[in-house]
């Protein structure tokens, strides 16, 4: 039975539509075939980064980061999931809003599963094109969630 060992949230600000993630010993590459995949599915990776496409780059986003023992079940309530696969080498996670800054988190080290699941991507898409004030947007932010969840692959 998988066991949750780590939970970490942040707010993320999705510079040019969007947020990476990967290992601080990889560093996003420039990866172009990620692009049209991520925009089509909302996220993509190669092993190395996740690229996640949001509905839209005015108003920040949850991001939420589980670790588990095993495969976790799927969470309830979330609108659709991304199965992808990621390396941690250091174990440190950079979550990056592209030029606007990046930060890290702890996760164990090795290959991973990840699924990344969202929601409210609608209401934020909405919210963010009706508005033309930034104080207008305020009480959307984090609207939009992501869910990151990692577990040691087999």
């Known amino acids: 039975m998988a066991q949750q060992l780590t939970a970490y949230e942040t707010l993320v600000m999705p510079d040019y539509g ?6 601080a010993d990889c560093d996003a590459h420039d990866d172009n075939t990620l692009i049209p995949r991520a925009r089509t599915q909302v996220a993509a ?3 190395h980064e996740i690229l996640v496409v949001c509905a839209q780059s005015r108003i920040k986003v949850r991001l939420h980061i589980e670790t588990w023992t095993a495969q976790p079940p799927l969470p309830d309530e979330w609108e659709g999931h ?6 941690f080498p ?9 030029t ?9 080290t090795g290959d991973h ?17 009706s508005s033309v004030l930034p ?12 869910l990151l969840q990692l577990w040691p692959m087999a």
Request: proline share 3%.
């Open 90 to 98: 250091t174990g440190q996670l950079i979550i990056s809003e592209r």
């Open 113 to 129: 599963h990840a699924r990344l699941s969202y929601r409210g991507r609608k209401t934020a898409e909405q919210a963010a094109s």
């Open 100 to 108: 606007r800054g990046a930060w890290e988190t702890t996760v164990p």
């Open 82 to 87: 991304c199965d992808l696969r990621m390396e």
């Open 45 to 47: 990776g190669n092993g």
């Open 18 to 23: 969007g947020f990476d993630l990967y290992d």
């Open 135 to 146: 104080a207008e947007l305020a009480p959307y932010e984090g609207t939009e969630e992501y």
